[in-house]
């Protein structure tokens, strides 16, 4: 008997498996998503809709992607499936940055001495291979992620038509007077022997040696001070780059500080008096005494004996000299720092640089003729002891620049480099202000970015864009071998653009002059056409600011999101290529992503080995866990990961991919069409689980609005916990599971978890994207469904709560009548609720019932508690999962006040159909063994057998 009252139920079935094995299924779903043209798809659904422009910002394809990569690319994912879902137009062109130093030094270290011997044309073949090798594994990696976008058409900075736009964007700041050549001391890598942009330069601590060196005064000292006359008087500098001394030109001394001369031992040193002390106990001077005083002014134009060399160092004035270390005394080596060499222009001092481009000192001493910069440190401090002029010595731990690629230290060199100059004229103003007013009219998330870009802007340098490199775009320009002028020809700019388009910047390396100009270009000086080619390469950072040009063209982006420290890269070099060029910013929002950080806090490397590979995980757990532990975080803050994360955000995955399995299971036969059940005839409970619904669908989209995906993960996850596992589904089991198939009762429950199922798994697809598409194939829908979820659009609340879910959604229904009320009255059920559970547990442990249908409730309530149970009287047995439920008044307090609650054993006998038990089991002879719902069921269960298709 029990077999056959069992097929009377209606148990869950569905091919929706319970594992998901993700790292086996998930390329079969990508594979589906090729076949069916899933990009080219979208893009067709929404061809007449309202664009939404995320522009990429283009990975470095030297390597396999990492984390940092998934967690970019991965948003990037949400924001445009999200939009695409809201109906937008939101196509998403994936690029590449190709160029660069990276790449090139790889290929140094593969071709070794044989590089000396082959042309630059050839050098950059093997680095466009390397560079193509990479871009084609990340290309596939992101796509292993899921991510959407138009792959078979990348952008990529070593292509044919995107250097012809560099060349372009290039010729535009030529043309209008922003780009000049001079001699500027700039950051220099003497390891890969380059000039570097501030952008490429981070700072690491660094141990220096720091000297306190004596500078013997050659005017007469009277003329500073009287006090001073006749005596022996000298300057204290303190540097920690002792092998910028064979450069000093000058010492400075801030205007505005008071100096003093301390005397010791018949000689006068002259230090401000701020660093007096600090001065004393450094050199070894502790017992001098103060003789004089006198303002930093009465310094200037004096004369100095340089520390070792046969030079006269000129006294200088300067407001970057500080109190905080030191002695208020800088030597100035015009060539080796940006402020040094101002103050050299402003005095007219020699910025010779005798450093080479490897860093070797050379026209000096033979004590440090050849050394290195960083080797000469120790013979230049021997010398100065060996000239008595060492009055102090000390290692230093300091923060010092770095370059970003191979991570050695940097030095400032005065080179001739190209530049763009941030003063350069502009309607009326100058490139930097400009760029500084369209920042302020971009929104910035955080905020706080909108205050970092403009300091970085409103302090930079002008901007460095050349390299002595070969891997790049060359700097597009001839001189005249007449006069040494460069040529101005927009008629050869066109002709340059036109070559590169047609066959890459290679050509400038294979091509001679008069193979590339129109015949008849001359300068336009001299009126000679002898003309050499530049061959110092284009920053990548402009590259890559160009990116806007070669991809949006006169569009502006609706939003860039790049990591923190794109302030000061792709933001700024884009938005200095966008004002630059056309007066405006290249993005109307600018998005700021935190750090990826072990479980320690420690930023993730490759040095360190405490990264997550995501491909591994991918491997391991899926793709869809990458994603969702991207969704997990909040991306604007720094974020830690691991394994034992990733395990975590498998484990909620497990759980929302069983609640989609639970509603498919109970959804078996449910046709919409057929059977949906309208608003106003479904169950209470059924009613007010739709308005939690429409809630949760409105906050869903006010968070796709604002990015905020995290609170959406955090949202989704625990409605599944809370309103759906811990109470709905609970609630309704008896319902879905022993009410005849056809039932009104029985359809209203499934119509809610339908349409609850509709709205999760669109609200879900931007971020659980193989997983939505799975559900999707399974659940029913009305008409004719889209071929992936990801051609539909997100639910609406009104139409969670009776649009009968037809695609594409509709908006705009007013809310169905009662519903504030019905909402008012479920909040205070559910209080009761956790009351009765209360109980129940409390009787569970000291035996009185086992589960919960082995009780009885009896509930005594005042009038307002009381009048609201007995209105709901046939739903509370279903609501607390118990057997039997007995409502009594009480007379006094009110709005719960007063409650009682009592838990017994339920009267009567266990139906062996549905567990309930009942008073009377037993009393209908045809069904012995069940209650009499189950008896009365069973009849029209057989009754119905076979109707139903």
């Known amino acids: 008997m029990a077999s056959e009252l069992k097929d009377t139920l209606n148990l869950p079935k569905t091919d929706f498996a319970m594992k998901a094995n993700l790292p086996q299924n998930e390329p079969k779903r990508l594979e589906f998503w090729k076949k069916l043209g899933i990009y080219q798809r979208i893009r067709e659904a929404r061809k007449d809709a309202q664009k939404y422009l995320l522009h990429d910002g283009p990975p470095y394809a030297n390597g396999e992607i990492h984390l940092g990569h998934a967690l970019n690319k991965s948003l990037k994912d949400f924001v445009v499936k999200s939009k695409t879902m809201a109906g937008f137009d939101a196509p998403y062109v994936p690029g590449w940055d190709c160029h660069g130093l990276p790449i090139e030094i790889k290929v140094d270290e593969k071709l070794g001495r044989k590089k000396l011997e082959m042309a630059p044309a050839q050098v950059r073949r093997v680095c466009r291979e390397y560079a193509q090798k990479y871009l084609d594994l990340q290309s596939e990696q992101f796509q292993r992620i899921g991510v959407f976008g138009d792959f078979e058409h990348p952008y990529s900075t070593m292509s044919r038509e995107y250097e012809s736009v560099i060349a372009r964007v290039f010729f535009d700041f030529w043309q209008n007077g922003s780009v000049y050549k001079g001699l500027r001391p700039v950051y220099w890598c003497i390891f890969d022997r380059t000039a570097l942009a501030e952008a490429e330069v981070e700072y690491e601590q660094h141990t220096s040696p720091s000297v306190w060196v004596k500078y013997a005064l050659t005017s007469a000292p009277e003329a500073i001070d009287p006090a001073l006359a006749g005596k022996r008087v000298n300057t204290i500098i303190w540097t920690t780059t002792p092998w910028t001394l064979p450069a000093s030109m ?42 004089a ?27 970057y000299v500080t109190l905080e270390q030191g002695t208020g005394v800088v030597h100035t080596a015009p060539s080796h720092g940006a402020d040094d060499f101002y103050t050299g222009v402003k005095y007219g001092l020699d910025p010779t640089c005798n450093v080479d481009a490897a860093g070797r000192l050379h026209d000096g001493l033979p004590e440090y003729e050849g050394k290195t910069v960083f080797e000469a440190n120790q013979p230049i401090i021997e010398l100065l002891k060996s000239r008595g002029v060492l009055m102090g010595e000390a290692k230093i731990t300091h923060s010092y620049p770095h370059c970003w690629r191979c991570h050695n230290p940097v030095i400032f060199r005065a080179t001739e480099q190209w530049f763009i100059g941030m003063e350069s004229p502009m309607q009326g103003s100058t490139l930097r202000q400009r760029a500084l007013d369209e920042v302020h009219k971009v929104k910035w998330d955080p905020s706080w970015g909108e205050e970092r870009i403009s300091n970085m802007v409103a302090s930079r340098p002008d901007w460095c864009i050349s390299r002595q490199r070969v891997w790049g775009v060359p700097i597009p320009i001839f001189f005249c071998q007449g006069c040494n002028q460069p040529l101005r020809s927009k008629e050869a700019d066109q002709a340059v653009i036109k070559l590169f388009m047609s066959e890459g910047a290679d050509a ?46 006169e569009l502006v982006a609706d939003m860039y999101i790049e990591g923190g420290d794109q302030h000061r890269g792709w933001f700024q070099s884009s938005l200095l290529c966008s004002v630059g060029t056309r007066d405006r910013a290249p993005y109307r929002m600018a998005v700021t992503c935190g750090w990826t950080l072990d479980p320690q806090g420690r930023a993730m490397s490759k040095s360190l080995g405490n990264g997550v590979d995501p491909v591994e995980v991918a491997n391991k757990l899926g793709a869809e866990i990458v994603r969702l532990w991207v969704a997990s975080v909040d991306f604007r803050e720094d974020m830690h990961a691991s394994e034992e994360l990733m395990r975590r955000v498998a484990d909620n995955y497990r759980d929302l991919r069983n609640a989609f399995r639970w509603i498919l299971g109970n959804l078996d036969g449910f046709k919409p069409e057929r059977d949906e059940a309208r608003f106003e005839q479904m169950e209470s409970v059924d009613q007010y689980m739709l308005l939690l619904t429409a809630d949760l669908v409105s906050d869903v989209l006010r968070w796709y609005e604002e990015f905020q995906f995290h609170r959406i993960y955090q949202r989704i996850l625990a409605f599944r916990t809370a309103d759906l596992s811990n109470f709905y589904f609970d609630v309704l089991k008896d319902r879905l599971y022993t009410y005849p198939r056809t039932s009104l009762a029985r359809r209203s429950g499934q119509t809610a978890i339908w349409r609850i199922g509709q709205a999760l798994v669109r609200l879900l697809a931007p971020m659980m994207s193989f997983t939505a598409d799975e559900v999707w194939e399974f659940l029913p829908s009305v008409g004719e469904k889209p071929d992936s979820v990801h051609l539909a659009l997100f639910p609406t609340p009104a139409e969670v709560l009776g649009n009968t879910g037809r695609l594409p959604n509709q908006s705009g229904e007013s809310m169905p009548a009662g519903t504030e009320q019905l909402r008012a009255d479920w909040e205070r059920l559910l209080l009761v609720r956790q009351e009765v559970f209360r109980h129940l547990e409390a009787a569970r442990k000291d035996k009185t019932i086992g589960s919960g249908l ?77 209650c009499e719902r189950c008896s009365e069921w069973l009849r029209e269960i057989i009754a119905t057998s076979g109707k139903e298709k």
């Open 250 to 291: 000058a010492v400075a001394f801030h205007p505005g500080y008071e100096y003093v001369a301390l005397e010791d031992s018949g000689e006068v040193y002259i230090v401000a008096e701020g660093l007096a002390e600090a001065t004393r106990e450094n050199t070894g001077v502790k017992h001098a005494n103060v003789i």
């Open 293 to 319: 005083r006198f303002s930093g002014r009465k310094l200037e134009r004096a004369t100095f004996q340089h520390p070792f060399l046969d030079r006269q160092i000129l006294g200088v004035l300067a407001d």
């Open 508 to 553: 400038w390396y294979t091509r001679e002059v008069n193979e590339i100009l129109p015949a008849g270009v001359k300068c336009q000086n001299c009126g000679n056409q002898n003309l050499r080619k530049e061959f110092d390469i284009i920053d990548v950072w402009f590259e890559s600011g160009s990116s806007w040009a070669a991809v949006m063209g």
């Open 854 to 930: 082995q009780a009885k409730v009896l509930i005594s309530a005042p009038h307002e508690t009381y009048s609201l149970l007995e209105r709901y009287r046939d739903t509370l047995r279903y609501l607390f999962i118990v057997s039997q439920v007995e409502l009594k008044p009480l007379a006094a307090g009110g709005n719960g006040a007063g409650l009682k609650i009592g838990v017994s054993p339920a009267e009567g006998a266990k139906c062996e159909r549905c567990w309930n038990y009942s008073t009377q089991v037993g009393n209908d002879p045809e069904y012995p063994t069940v």
